[in-house]
């Protein structure tokens, strides 16, 4: 077993952590208060090559495999998870879920500027009435000939402004449960589509979360993605390969909030000497390391199945579950850690803490990925 990055991957490790360190980290205190959406430092990353780096050059990705791919998102996720969640979202729900089941002319039609961040997708399945239980899609797609009529809700999506594209899950056929749910291709401005208020939320508040509605929307047929009656599988798969990239984000919230609370401890004296040397704090941190580098490992074990081809559905819901846990309960201790410093916004890791939160419930909350891992340890 060889635990060695290749240089390709390192190189995009140093790059992201760059980006981060320079770019995103002078406003993200900001961004996070006023909730501001990061435009620039998206439009940066895409130049970068960041927001389709699983996708194939010949559709204007940067044809990176998914070890890469957690690399970047941890060391993004470290200073700022409201644009990692944007970059997760893009690669790995949209871009990967076009490139691996769209056909070619709806690749040649939108991958490309998807994949170069000149425009940034959304993935839109959760609804009012289905969150953990997705095969509740109340949202309807009836089929007109040339056409299907969209009628529905959709909530908390995640780029729901910022978005040009959308990938929508909408049930054709009640009749057939989730053998009759679809997948479709909205983009915006088609009439009927509209977009509701932005969520103000605890954590992540740079993102745009928005209630979609859509109101007769006209969806071509050639906007369906996949044979009739794959939309619950696409979702399912896409959503498969988000949680390595969920996983990695918190990976990265834990991983940044630990490097403060280190060198934090370093800093700070306390009763003689640097707080490090108690203890209290020391096992603290022993604690913090050990479980980071195992959410580190479960990340890259689920990258290296899926770069070799291999199923990777348990071990990416093993990743999310591991990672999203991790990151809360450290967060929590780094804001420990930081005494009365870390309830205050200037020293980040309150915002981390914040920020863990979501990781437990998106792209499957901490109990849906126990549901997938207990059905792969009970079968047969
Ligand atoms: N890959 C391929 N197929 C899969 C699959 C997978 N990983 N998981 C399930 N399926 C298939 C099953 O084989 C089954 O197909 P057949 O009937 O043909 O055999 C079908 O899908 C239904 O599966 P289940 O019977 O297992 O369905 P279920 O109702 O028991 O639900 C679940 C399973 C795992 C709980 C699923 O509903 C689920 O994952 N829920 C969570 C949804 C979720 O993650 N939402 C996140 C929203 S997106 C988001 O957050 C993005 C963002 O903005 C950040």
Redesign the pocket.
């Known amino acids: 077993m060889n635990f060695d990055l290749t240089e390709e991957q390192l190189a995009v490790r140093d790059a992201a952590r760059d980006f981060a360190q320079n770019v995103l980290k002078p406003g993200v205190i900001e961004r996070d208060e006023k909730q501001i959406f990061p435009a620039e430092e998206i439009k940066q990353l895409g130049e970068l090559g960041f927001l389709g780096m699983m996708t194939d050059p010949k559709y204007g990705g940067s044809g990176m495999d998914a070890v890469s791919y957690v690399l970047a998102m941890e060391e993004l996720s470290k200073v700022d998870a409201s644009v990692s969640?944007v970059m997760?979202?893009n690669n790995s729900?949209v871009c990967w879920g076009l490139e691996t089941f769209a056909n070619e002319a709806q690749k040649q039609k939108y991958l490309p500027d998807l994949a170069s961040g000149r425009k940034i997708g959304?993935?839109c399945?959760?609804e009012p009435e289905a969150?953990?239980?997705?095969?509740s899609q109340r949202t309807t797609a009836i089929d007109m000939g040339d056409h299907y009529l969209l009628n529905g809700t959709k909530n908390?999506?995640?780029?729901g402004n910022s978005a040009s594209t959308y990938l929508v899950i909408a049930q054709t056929d009640v009749e057939k449960g989730?053998?009759g749910i679809n997948a479709f291709i909205v983009e915006k401005g088609m009439e009927g589509f509209m977009v509701g208020a932005k969520e103000n939320k605890l954590g992540i508040r740079g993102s745009d979360?928005h209630t979609l509605m859509f109101q007769d929307v006209k969806v071509p047929k050639e906007n369906r993605i996949g044979e009739d009656g794959f939309g619950?599988?696409f979702?399912?798969?896409t959503?498969?390969g988000?949680r390595i990239g969920?996983a990695s984000q918190a990976l990265g919230i834990a991983s940044g909030a630990y490097e403060l609370a280190l060198a934090y401890s370093k800093e700070r004296k306390a009763f003689g000497k640097e707080i490090s040397k108690h203890q209290a704090i020391a096992f603290k941190l022993a604690d913090m390391a050990t479980d980071i580098e195992a959410a580190r490992l479960l990340c890259l074990k689920a990258a290296a199945l899926k770069d070799a081809g291999k199923d990777y559905?348990h071990a990416s819901s093993m990743a999310k579950l591991f990672a999203s846990e991790t990151a809360m309960k450290h967060t929590v201790e780094a804001v420990q850690i930081h005494g009365g410093y870390g309830f205050v916004k200037e020293y980040h890791v309150e915002r981390l803490m914040r920020d863990a939160k979501i990781t437990q419930i998106?792209?499957?909350?901490s109990e849906?990925q126990r549901?997938?891992i207990s059905?792969g340890v009970l079968k047969d």
């Open positions: 969640v997760s979202v729900l959304a993935f399945l959760s969150g953990s239980d997705a095969t908390w999506i995640t780029n989730h053998h979360t619950f599988k979702a399912m798969k959503l498969t988000g969920i559905s998106y792209e499957g909350t849906v549901i997938v059905r």
